[in-house]
Structures are given as structure tokens and as C-alpha cells.
């Protein structure tokens, strides 16, 4: 019998689910609105009825489905299924996710990490395939982290091992919405780009996106492609800090593998060769040439993936990814 898997990526918006193969082929896809809104109860009854709405589209039964793999925001504790805290999430405090769901779902459910899952996807069969040691870094409104260490997921002593964002690589510096200052996500989140950016615009500098009330992040990478001198210098700054929170990263675990994904995906291969150009002149030499350092292939699938395939992961062995 082929064996499905459910995965499901939480976000502050949407949910987003896939029906997965044991080989981590994308059988079907299925999202709505998460209404968070509305609390972890009715999120909860949400994730439900999509998981009935996906298999209805696929045309099977719900007791088809061998388990559900759960991404959540917020550190999470996986030996007992809650999620201790998810900041953007209005009321998620100590919520009991996995057997909530598993009680509504008569299916075995486990819970994880949203970017634990996004690297265990890219791992699995995506951009860190043929490696056992890859570091994930989701490069968006912050910066998550996920980290394979010989083919296992790392989580560490109390599963809050692998907070990349939040390494420092500016003692002192720019503030953090962790309470923190001169973290990773401080200086190279696509927000941090466009809050530098109006920083540098407010303090007087000049820039063709002085004025503008809704400048993205792709906006400022446009404009430093263009020509623009202060935004040209914004992507530069980014790229040094990212590759020196890389180059600590190296040093402490030599991977094989760096896979960057998220919003800052979109600019493009020029960044990557800054980031990794910074990498080489910092890091080890053997360090830097064992790693490859590159943009995700799975994209936004990675999340659906990634939860699937921890749950096919605990099915199949018992234990967790």
C-alpha cells in the first residue's frame, strides 16, 4: 500500500497543506486563510477541516493518511506537541497542537518547527539532497534557522537549538525584536533592508526611493541594480553581515551545505555571489571549500514537504526527524 503523509505550514495569514508520497512527491495542494486571529481554538478546527478539504480533493479517505507533520512559528516543544509561544500569533501560549489534532483527526499527528521543517523539506528533497550536514536560513520579515547535523534534525536541549536569527554579529548594535541587540535578523532580514534604507533616507543621503511611502525590499535591490548609490550600499552592508553570521556558522559546524530561501530570494544571483564571495574571504579555507552555499529549489513548498516527511520520518522509525 502507498503510504500519504499530510504536511501543514502555519503562517500569521494562511495555511498551506500538501498530501505527500513517502518519497516526498507533491501529491495535492490545498490553502485557505488561517484567521488567526480568531485564536488557537479556531485555528486549530481550521488545520482540521483543511486536512478533510485536501483529501476530499485528492479523492481519498481520511483513514488513508498514515500521519500529519505540523510547521508552526515560535519554539515548540516536539516530546509533548505544544507550542510554547508564537509571537505573531494572537493567544498562542502553551497550545496543545499535537493532540488537539490528533483527537479531532483520529490520525497520528507530530509537531515541529516551521523552519526545522523548511530545512528537513530542502534536506529531504530539495536544495540539501546528497549532503548530511546543511544549514537552512529563511531570509524574510525575520530570519529563522534550521540545521542537519548527520542526517537528523538538531534541536537541541529544550528545542530552541537552531535560532540562527539570532546570533550576533554586531555586539551592541541595532536593535532586535527578540529584546536583543546586533543580531543576525537586525541586519540581514528584508525588513532590516528597508529600515536601514529609510534610516539613511531620513538622516539626509539621497536615494531615487526617498519619498516613497511603500518601499519593499525588492525595491531596494531594483534600485541598487540601477544605480542607486545609497541602495547600493544598503545590499552590500547585507550581504557582509549575512556572510559573516554564515562564517560563524561555518566555524562552529562545517557543513556541506547553506541554503538560503524566503523573500530575499528575489535578489538574485548577484547578492548570492556577494554573500559568498564575503564567505571565502572570512572563513576557514577548508571550511569554505567544503560548503556550498545556495538559493532554495522547494521555495514555499518546502514547509509542506519538509512537515510530511517528519512525519513519514517518525512513522517509519518511531522517533523524530
Same mark, same amino acid.
Request: with cysteine; aromatic share 4%.
Given at each position: 500500500?502507498?503510504?500519504r503523509?499530510?504536511?501543514?505550514d502555519?503562517? +500569521? ?5 500538501g498530501?505527500?508520497?513517502?518519497s516526498g512527491?507533491? =501529491? ?9 486571529? !480568531?485564536?488557537?481554538?479556531? &485555528?486549530? +478546527?481550521r488545520m482540521?477541516? #483543511?486536512?478533510?478539504? =485536501?483529501?476530499?480533493?485528492?479523492k481519498i479517505s481520511l483513514s ?6 505540523v ?6 516543544d @516536539?516530546?509533548? +506537541?505544544?507550542? #510554547? &509561544?508564537a509571537?505573531n500569533?494572537?493567544g498562542w501560549?502553551?497550545?496543545p497542537v499535537?493532540? @488537539? ?6 490520525r497520528?499527528?507530530i ?6 521543517v523548511?530545512?528537513?523539506g ?13 544549514i537552512?536560513l529563511t ?6 534557522g534550521?540545521i542537519?547535523?548527520?542526517? !537528523?534534525?538538531?534541536?537541541?536541549a *529544550?528545542?530552541?537549538?537552531?535560532? %540562527?536569527?539570532?546570533i550576533?554579529v554586531?555586539y551592541g548594535? !541595532? ?6 541587540r546586533g ?5 540581514a532580514s528584508? @525588513?532590516? &533592508?528597508?529600515a !536601514? %534604507?529609510r534610516?539613511?533616507i531620513e538622516a ?12 519593499s525590499?525588492k ?10 548609490? =545609497?541602495?547600493?550600499r544598503?545590499v552590500?552592508e547585507t #550581504?557582509?553581515?549575512?556572510a559573516a553570521?554564515? *562564517? ?9 551545505r547553506v541554503? =538560503?530561501?524566503g523573500g530575499?530570494?528575489?535578489? +538574485?544571483?548577484?547578492f548570492l ?5 564575503? &564567505?571565502?574571504? *572570512?572563513?576557514?579555507e ?9 538559493w532554495? @529549489?522547494l521555495g514555499g513548498?518546502a514547509?509542506i514537504l519538509g512537515?510530511a516527511l517528519?512525519?513519514? #520520518? ?8
Amino acid at each position: 500500500m502507498i503510504k500519504r503523509y499530510v504536511g501543514i505550514d502555519l503562517g +500569521g495569514t494562511n495555511l498551506k497543506l500538501g498530501l505527500v508520497s513517502a518519497s516526498g512527491e507533491l =501529491l495535492e495542494r490545498f490553502s485557505c486563510p488561517a484567521e488567526a486571529s !480568531r485564536g488557537p481554538d479556531h &485555528v486549530l +478546527g481550521r488545520m482540521a477541516d #483543511a486536512v478533510r478539504d =485536501l483529501c476530499r480533493a485528492a479523492k481519498i479517505s481520511l483513514s488513508d493518511v498514515a500521519a500529519v507533520g505540523v510547521g508552526t512559528p515560535g519554539p515548540v516543544d @516536539t516530546k509533548t +506537541g505544544i507550542v #510554547a &509561544v508564537a509571537p505573531n500569533l494572537a493567544g498562542w501560549r502553551n497550545v496543545p497542537v499535537r493532540d @488537539t489534532l490528533a483527537r479531532n483527526l483520529g490520525r497520528p499527528v507530530i509537531l515541529e518547527n516551521d523552519a526545522n521543517v523548511a530545512a528537513y523539506g530542502e534536506f529531504r528533497c530539495g536544495a540539501g539532497r546528497a549532503v548530511r550536514d546543511m544549514i537552512l536560513l529563511t531570509l524574510g520579515t525575520g530570519i529563522g534557522g534550521g540545521i542537519i547535523l548527520d542526517g !537528523r534534525l538538531f534541536r537541541g536541549a *529544550t528545542d530552541t537549538g537552531a535560532e %540562527l536569527g539570532h546570533i550576533v554579529v554586531h555586539y551592541g548594535g !541595532r536593535p532586535c525584536g527578540c529584546g536583543n541587540r546586533g543580531c543576525l535578523e537586525a541586519y540581514a532580514s528584508a @525588513t532590516s &533592508v528597508v529600515a !536601514r %534604507l529609510r534610516e539613511r533616507i531620513e538622516a539626509g543621503e539621497a536615494s531615487a526611493l526617498g519619498g516613497r511611502p511603500d518601499i519593499s525590499c525588492k525595491d531596494v535591490f531594483d534600485a541598487a541594480a540601477g544605480g542607486d548609490a =545609497l541602495a547600493a550600499r544598503i545590499v552590500e552592508e547585507t #550581504a557582509e553581515y549575512l556572510a559573516a553570521g554564515i *562564517t560563524s556558522l561555518l566555524h562552529v559546524l562545517n557543513p556541506e551545505r547553506v541554503v =538560503l530561501t524566503g523573500g530575499m530570494m528575489g535578489a +538574485g544571483d548577484a547578492f548570492l555571489d556577494r554573500v559568498r564571495h564575503r &564567505v571565502r574571504q *572570512t572563513a576557514f579555507e577548508r571550511a569554505s571549500a567544503a560548503c556550498e552555499i545556495r538559493w532554495s @529549489t522547494l521555495g514555499g513548498d518546502a514547509g509542506i514537504l519538509g512537515a510530511a516527511l517528519a512525519a513519514e #520520518a517518525f512513522d517509519r522509525t518511531g522517533r523524530p526527524a
